[in-house]
């Protein structure tokens, strides 16, 4: 039985490339029309396959239409001041970080054409139309070299000729696959994975199931259906390498300027940073009027942590906006610091600072480029504004440690262990953060300086001071404000005691230290006591109901090592 079938090709650098395989006319003709609607578009045409019993296919030509182009479009370069890691090879260069780069580095380009990083590096006849847009890929892979061979020592020539070995091989690894006759995206994206495993072609099936994903991308020249098409297959994808492979595309995305239709109007950056920053926790309100569907899919997906790779570009978005010298509040100069403070309470967790030293790095940035000083007297100068800036001592303290971290602290590490001194110079943990704090965020603020301090890289012996002194100051604290007498009320049953205790101890409101010690000596002299478990289950009519609760105490205390030291 003879069956027909439609292939749908454009016409890139005189040859043509199947785009799309259609069961009926109608179908090819309407997906040859859409591209024709690309101004950057060669031509269309549309074959005809007519599929014998015997296997035999013969091909007859049913449209065609090729035109002049004029590259009307932007193809210059986007400056940028860092670049992904090195790459070796092919595989290094389409990894999201190397996509990063790409998306800053054309994002004119990328704009105009509605096109994402990763549906440029797989699809052949988008990776040509770069290549033959003047000077454009030979410029950024120029910039990626300079950047890149100062921070390693090598010969930038030769840097930039690994470069291009890579994209030769990525173009070669797209050609091969252009005019596969690859399934379409049915159902989910873990169900074409696996379907794609048994294709006649030679190559990864995660990389056909990007080149397929590439595919739809591109029939969507908006990135609001780009974004559509992605959240929609996430949200309904069970298999976590699937939702990752997804998760990185949108990343690309999510790199464009959909984010501003995402936060609609912001009155300052510092607003605008914020709300990044609510976006990637899964926590943005007032979305854009249009965009609230959007916005909702999102916040549900990075709240339950499927998007690590879009929450990291987000992220980056928002560390490079502080980086700048732009103004945070660019109407009233008087509320520049309030307005930096504002940020920086979202970049505040409590663990330290949301990206450790990437974010010291990018404050510290912020204050050198907005001095007027250059060099290392305007950085000196920069982490003394920043901690002047900092709206709790605590919070200084934090900063220091991370930016104690990153590859050039050497040159401001004297001027740092002088400001952490100053710091410490205070009288109680209650200076450390704001007064009106109750007891618990008063804690909370010296742990948190306390554990960012531990795993600082300032000199060993200006560390150790520093953390005995936080050790000390919580000490007299719990002491003074009576923490452990307030919780061990012997009004209580003592099971209630005992229970309060222990959750105290492993709360991480106290960092190992003398504090915590006292706090699990008490605990200890009333687990010890003689018949302590007859009197925890007193009042528990039912025996299985005491033994459960038994052993849950139990638990909790086997979750908490340092009870036993």
Known sequence: MAKYSFDVQTRVRDRWVTEAMCETEREAREIGTRFLMDSQCAGIRIVRNYHKANDLQHEIEIFKEIRDVKDSKPSRIN??????????????LTAYESRHTMGRLFRNYLSATSVTPIEVIHNYRELIRIQDKGQLVRSGVDRVADLQSAKIGVD??????????CIDNITGRASAVAGARLPSITGTFSELLAGLANMPVQEDPEYLANTVLARHLLDLRSWAGKLELLCNLIEKEPDPRATELLDDALADVLGTDIIQELLGYQSTLGAAISAMLDLASGSLRDATPGAQEFVAQLNALFAAKRLPFSRRCIVQRAHRQLRSGNPLHPRDPAQEISEFRRVLLRLITPDGLLEGPVTAEAITTRFARTGALGGLPGRLNAVTAAVEAMPETGIG????????QCDDAAPLMSRMCD???????????????????PAAKQMQSATRAFNALSASHFPTAVRDKALARIDDLLEEYVIAERIVEKIDRPGL??????R?????????????????????KTSLDLIRQPNFEALFVEGIADPREAEAALRAFHRDLRDQPGFMR
């Open 156 to 165: 930038h020539g030769e840097r930039r000729s690994e470069l291009f070995r």
């Open 500 to 520: 309060l205790l222990v959750r105290f101890c492993g709360s991480g409101l106290l960092p190992e230290g003398k504090a915590l010690r006292r706090a699990r």
């Open 419 to 437: 400001l952490l001194k100053q710091l410490l110079s205070v009288r109680s943990i209650v200076e450390l953060g704001q007064s009106q704090n």
């Open 397 to 404: 303290i934090v900063y220091l440690s991370a930016l104690s």
């Open 79 to 92: 400056d940028i001041d860092e670049a992904s890691p090195i790459c070796e090879t092919e595989k290094d």
């Open 493 to 498: 049953h003592l099971r209630e005691r005992a």
